[in-house]
């Protein structure tokens, strides 16, 4: 292991250590971060209403691909609150946290609403890790990229096949990288990206779970505020970034996975949503 990496499981340990100190005042995530901000009831009904036309617009063809993280949380409430017709999907990355595998489960039995897995080919995994090593993402960017083409973007693809419309949980203040994201965006030839929580607040989404009792991981308790596959995400520490805590090692580069290259341009659809 590389004098780089241990540098970072030092502050990573650190981190957490930081994290356990203060959920020893018994604040968990909902607790620190709902806030009923002024507007919040106009900003449900707005992302209701890209929720129904989206529904409507791409019935039969339409998916949610949720991360499980919080804000993909509330769309799933909304959805099976609503009685929308939006399946639910996620990726199986092969290398997510128990923790957020074991909200599926909590889904199905909530809402009775089943959650179908997308993984990558076990082959390719094997022959991948045989010869780049389990640590790839950590000795360069390019192959921290690789390892997110064959985890996440390969099985989005597979995914995304028949759909003409994709639901997310992108939100404009989670990163400098999102702070154009339009609520219903164009994702290419014939298909849309419809981001409902577009223009929400992280106080608007712990409101939210707050107001309906929404199940959520229980890392968030732990201050992860975003959270994708076990090795890639630590803790944050107060003041830090919301994705500090993604790919800590890497500097200058846009913390992002390859899945949300977004347009900044809207659809004809938002303007319908508005």
């Not at 959805?79 to 909200?103: C, Y």
């Not at 577009?198 to 106080?203: K, N, Q, R, S, V």
């Not at 779970?209 to 520490?237: K, M, Q, W």
Request: aromatic share 6%; net charge negative; charged share 20%.
């Amino acid at each position: 292991m590389s004098n780089h990496h241990e540098l970072n499981a030092t502050e990573l340990n650190a981190t957490e250590l930081n994290a356990t100190e203060l959920n020893a005042t018994e604040l968990n995530a909902t607790e620190l971060n709902a806030r009923r901000l002024p507007g919040f009831d106009a900003r449900l009904a707005q992302t209701l209403a890209v929720l129904r036309n989206a529904a409507q617009a791409h019935a039969g063809h339409i998916v949610q691909a949720t991360s499980l993280g919080a804000e993909d949380m509330v769309v799933t409430d909304l959805i099976a609150r609503h009685g929308l017709a939006v399946p639910l999907a996620t990726l199986d990355t092969g290398m997510l946290h128990a923790e957020t595998l074991a909200l599926l489960p909590r889904i199905t039995q909530r809402y009775g609403l089943p959650v179908e897995g997308f993984s990558p080919p076990a082959e390719a995994v094997l022959h991948f890790v045989t010869e780049r090593g389990e640590r790839v993402m950590v000795d360069s960017l390019a192959g921290r990229k690789a390892c997110c083409a064959l985890r996440k973007l390969e099985p989005l693809a597979r995914m995304l096949q028949g759909r003409t419309a994709w639901v997310t949980g992108l939100r404009r203040e989670q990163s400098g990288d999102r702070g154009d994201v339009a609520f219903v965006e164009a994702d290419g030839p014939g298909r849309e990206k419809i981001n409902p929580l577009a223009d929400w607040a992280w106080g608007d989404v712990w409101h939210y779970i707050r107001e309906f009792d929404v199940p959520y991981n229980p890392l968030h308790d732990a201050f992860f505020p975003s959270i994708g596959c076990a090795p890639c995400t630590r803790a944050v520490a107060l003041g830090e970034d919301f994705r500090a805590g993604r790919w800590w090692w890497e500097q200058g580069a846009a913390k992002e996975c390859g899945l949300h290259v977004h347009h900044s341009a809207p659809s004809t659809l938002e303007s319908t949503a508005s």
